[in-house]
T-cell receptor
Framework: AQKITQTQPGMFVQEKEAVTLDCTYD???????LFWYKQPSSGEMIFLIY??????QNATEGRYSLNFQKARKSANLVISASQLGDSAMYFC??????????????FGQGTRLTINP | ETGVTQTPRHLVMGMTNKKSLKCEQH?????MYWYKQSAKKPLELMFV???????ENNSVPSRFSPECPNSSHLFLHLHTLQPEDSALYLC????????????FGPGTRLTVT
């Protein structure tokens, strides 16, 4: 069963508009973490934002915020005032627990975001 | 963040070749990871090392052989690969128990001919 679901293969948004990228997850763990990464065409995965399962406040990092709805098991990424440089693949990921101090991340299929001028 | 480097960035190899991918992290992290990213598939975790000890092998074929001589360096030795092994191979590191995010390198684009 897919643990991370990103239902939007591609999105097109006008520059300066806000955009929401969807992510739903499936886990029976009480303690888990949710991440969003950005992958430009260069290939490098860039960490954007993190939300812990026990965090009561939604995480925010500059123009990025994570809309965490625990009961619905959703962790949508909101990008405010989009910029041309935001065009990239975006991946939602979940930490399934720790392996002797390391992490095991499960990634979704990704959403390709294109910002139009 | 450019704390994780990978070489080479691009590699073309035949099915009978032997090659190695190298990853180095300059962040003082304890854990290192190899991921495979194929077209139209989610990122797949291959191997996890924590303090040089392999803690996860995600059912990876033996033609992929990891090596972690110290906490800063990670290698992926390749031999007798198949065309379906062509992919972007990403290395990452994390702080361990106190760290949350993983920091990724730029990846090696591998093509098996």
């Amino acid at each position: 069963a897919q643990k991370i679901t990103q239902t939007q293969p591609g999105m097109f948004v006008q520059e300066k508009e806000a955009v929401t990228l969807d992510c739903t997850y499936d886990t029976s763990d009480q303690s888990y973490g949710l991440f969003w990464y950005k992958q430009p065409s260069s290939g490098e995965m860039i960490f954007l934002i993190y939300q812990g399962s026990y965090d009561e406040q939604n995480a925010t990092e500059g123009r990025y915020s994570l809309n965490f709805q625990k009961a619905r098991k959703s962790a949508n990424l909101v990008i405010s005032a989009s910029q041309l440089g935001d065009s990239a693949m975006y991946f939602c990921a979940m930490r399934e627990g720790r392996i002797q101090g390391a992490q095991k991340l499960v990634f979704g299929q990704g959403t390709r975001l294109t910002i139009n001028p | 963040e450019t704390g994780v480097t990978q070489t080479p960035r691009h590699l073309v190899m035949g099915m009978t070749n032997k090659k190695s991918l190298k990853c180095e992290q300059h962040l003082g992290h304890n854990a290192m990871y190899w991921y495979k990213q194929s077209a139209k598939k989610p990122l797949e975790l291959m191997f996890v090392y924590n303090f040089k000890e392999q803690t996860e092998n995600n059912s990876v074929p033996s033609r992929f052989s990891p090596e972690c001589p110290n906490s800063s360096h990670l290698f992926l030795h390749l031999h007798t690969l198949q065309p379906e092994d062509s992919a972007l191979y990403l290395c990452a590191s994390s702080q361990g128990p106190k760290g949350n995010e993983q920091y990724f390198g730029p990846g090696t684009r591998l093509t098996v001919t």
